[in-house]
């Protein structure tokens, strides 16, 4: 769907007047392939005034699309093409062709691959605890098990259907595992914040156990490397099993 405002630009006539809007008949173009991406937008149009029909154009303001824009394109299209086939597999050309822009489109917003793969994976980490976690307290409504439990199963669920080759931040910090680089600091920081979850959730259990707490949060990292590696999303209820033991031994001491 487009949404524009369509502002007509004084087009003279043979007898040297102008057009105003309300003598204007637009007829915005149609643009084959990707929707526009910028503010503004020329497209044909015909007016007619006075009996005289000429061709001139129009300016349309305020695009908006169901796509996303450049900047949103590029994010997406690197998250998607990392995750497939790698980091150092992924080539700007691929992302640029995916996202629907040049080359050169992507290097005005991000100014170099590493930063766009970095940004990607901050904008990926964001949607990502958001649905962790919510995905988790609605699945311990439905079963009645503590939020840390029902994380498991939102884990596994997660390595039947989107996130088949595991984790997408553990995958990246083992392919670029140079400390300091920023594609390497951005994964970090996703583990460490989905490790601040895994405290949070189990302090809401009762358990404030640093090493428990550790050990929580190896199974769940293992979770994902195991069932991503293997293909096998049983391991996240495996997991689920380990933590389950370990916090019936906790809670009953």
Request: net charge positive; proline share 3%.
């Amino acid at each position: 769907m487009v949404s524009a405002v369509y502002i007509p630009i004084g087009i003279p006539t043979s007898r040297n007047n102008t057009l105003g809007i309300d003598h204007a008949q637009v007829r915005a173009a149609k643009y084959p392939g990707a929707p526009p991406t910028s503010a503004q937008r020329i497209v044909d149009c015909r007016a007619t005034a006075d009996g005289d029909s000429i061709d001139r154009a129009v300016c349309i303001l305020s695009v908006m699309t169901d796509r996303p824009n450049a900047h949103d394109a590029l994010l997406g299209a690197t998250s998607e093409l990392t995750y497939a086939g790698g980091i150092t597999g992924t080539g700007v050309d691929a992302i640029a062709a995916r996202a629907g822009v040049t080359k050169r489109t992507l290097y005005q917003h991000f100014g170099s691959k590493d930063r766009l793969v970095a940004e990607a994976l901050s904008d990926r980490s964001r949607r990502a605890l958001l649905s962790l976690e919510a995905n988790a307290r609605r699945r311990s409504e439905e079963t009645g098990d503590l939020v840390i439990l029902a994380l498991f199963d939102v884990i596994e669920n997660a390595l039947r259907t989107k996130t088949k080759a595991g984790c997408a931040f553990i995958n990246a910090s083992l392919e670029i595992n140079r400390p300091g680089h920023r594609v390497h600091e951005a994964a970090l920081a996703h583990l460490r914040a989905r490790e601040g979850l895994v405290h949070q959730l189990l302090v809401e259990a009762g358990v404030k156990d640093t090493d428990l707490a550790a050990q929580v949060v190896l199974l769940v990292d293992g979770a994902y490397a195991v069932g991503g590696s293997r293909r096998d999303p049983a391991a996240a209820r495996h997991a689920k099993a380990a933590v389950a033991a370990l916090l019936a031994a906790r809670l009953d001491s």
